[in-house]
């Protein structure tokens, strides 16, 4: 089979080739932050599938790859889906993009994917490694597609996971060691990825965000400007500046705007950040694009800016630990009703949904809570928040900003994923007040 290989988006992140071996994003290696060159020499001289799966599994970060082997090609997305990749097979011709619609392009394919219409309608993006073209896939979190040139074969697999580690960690005081450790590895990673640069933090009255000016702070990095949006007298805007301040951090506040918010959906910028952003496959975020072209219209941040981001891709405590035997039928239900507000889960529309989410069930169960938690957190994450949440990002893309997400850093998560479920039931209060032990107490959230 033919490859033909369209990479087309350099605005933020550039994709760096060599020996037939295509990356982008940032990367960790051993701890440290490497560049795009170093990660295409750690890659270099892998002959088949397995080898090169193996070596992938070395790098921390944020990036998706394409790589001509001597015998396959792969496609690869990161821990969170990053940078989108889409991949369709037409006349003994395989098409690899991260622009969905060229391959409607290259193939002709227009036939809608109703299911995946429906998923996008409910929860803002297409579930599984499909788009809203039935014939046209993607590559879904942590996952690859392979296609074998010597058997004319492809497959699809995940090839790691958050989910399902052993828990190592028993003790409230563990706890509060590992995560001690894991926002100080992190930190230093971070820290070391924006080599000098100015990180433009979203700074809100929440946790999360305010967890990311912490590492910065951790790492006396001062080289940070917060931002808020929205109503000037509101909690979030006075909790960020309080915040801000407390950590001797500049902090700019952005009102909402009528006249500008009519423009930023009328215009033909703005237009283009839909299709850029949605790419066939998840809803683009138009609050966040509008404060963004706010911030570099008015020149309040820096040309060397790099946008922090707050996102997270932990759940706090286990959904099922009050239910002794965990059936299908639960997992199913609570995930329709978590993430797409089905709560009125029967008739028609349980009849529609009922087998969308049978690829992450390996029996009819009954399930032990661990299983079923780790069933409901793979499609939590694969489905929706490495697609709809992530998508927020696009908005710095396509204005040439790079991004780094710290709160969704691998090992970040998946150390949390070893604290014992009755231990995990307290992660998010002893997580909120180490965040607040290092940015001022006094100061809650506005969430508390």
Not at 77 to 88: C, E, H, I, K, Q
Not at 173 to 197: C, E, N, P, Q, T
């Amino acid at each position: 089979m033919n490859a033909n290989i369209r990479l087309l988006r350099n605005e933020a992140f550039k994709w760096h080739s060599k020996n037939g071996i295509h990356i982008k994003g940032y990367f960790y290696l051993d701890g440290f932050s490497v560049s795009a060159d170093k990660v295409l020499q750690y890659l270099s001289n892998q002959k088949c599938k397995d080898e090169f799966i193996n070596k992938v599994l070395g790098i921390n970060g944020c990036f998706s790859i394409v790589a001509e082997l001597d015998d396959c090609i792969i496609a690869l997305s990161d821990t969170v889906r990053s940078f989108p990749l889409f991949y369709a097979e037409k006349d003994g011709e395989l098409f690899i993009s991260d622009e969905a619609e060229e391959l409607v392009k290259l193939t002709g394919y227009r036939k809608i994917n109703h299911d995946g219409l429906m998923d996008f309608l409910h929860c803002g993006c297409v579930l599984y490694n499909e788009t809203l073209i039935a014939d046209i896939n993607q590559v879904s979190a942590m996952s690859y597609m392979c296609y074998d040139q010597n058997n004319k074969t492809s497959e699809y697999k995940k090839y790691k996971s958050i989910y399902g580690a052993e828990y190592t960690i028993k003790s409230k005081d563990a706890m509060k060691k590992a995560i001690d450790l894991y926002f100080h590895d992190v930190a230093s990673r971070l820290v070391k990825s924006l080599d000098g640069r100015t990180a433009v933090v979203a700074l809100s009255g929440g946790v999360d965000s305010r967890a990311c000016v912490v590492m910065l702070s951790m790492m006396n990095y001062e080289k940070v400007i917060c931002f808020t949006y929205g109503v000037k007298n509101s909690p979030e805007n006075e909790v960020a500046a309080k915040v801000a301040e407390y950590l001797g951090y500049r902090h700019i506040f952005i009102p909402h705007n009528k006249k500008d918010w009519r423009r930023t959906y009328k215009d033909e910028e703005s237009l283009r950040y839909i299709r850029y952003s949605g790419n066939l496959s998840a809803i683009a975020h138009m609050e966040s694009h509008y404060i963004v072209r706010h911030l570099l219209d008015k020149n309040l941040i820096p040309d060397d800016s790099i946008m922090v981001s707050g996102h997270i891709g932990l759940v706090a405590s286990s959904k099922f630990d009050v239910c002794a035997t965990p059936t299908k039928e639960l997992i199913k239900e609570m995930f329709w009703k978590y993430w797409m507000k089905l709560y009125d889960y029967s008739g028609k529309r349980k009849a529609y949904y009922d087998n969308r989410l049978d690829k992450y069930f390996t029996h009819e169960g009954p399930y032990t809570c661990k299983e079923a938690e780790v069933i409901f957190e793979n499609a939590s994450f694969d489905s929706v928040r490495s697609k709809h949440i992530i998508n927020y990002n696009r908005q710095y893309e396509i204005h040439g900003l790079e991004w780094r997400l710290p709160l969704m850093d691998y090992e970040f998560m998946s150390g949390f994923e070893k604290i014992l479920p009755g231990i995990r039931d307290k992660e998010k209060t002893i997580f909120s007040e180490y965040v607040l032990k290092h940015s001022g107490e006094y100061i809650k959230p506005t969430e508390f």
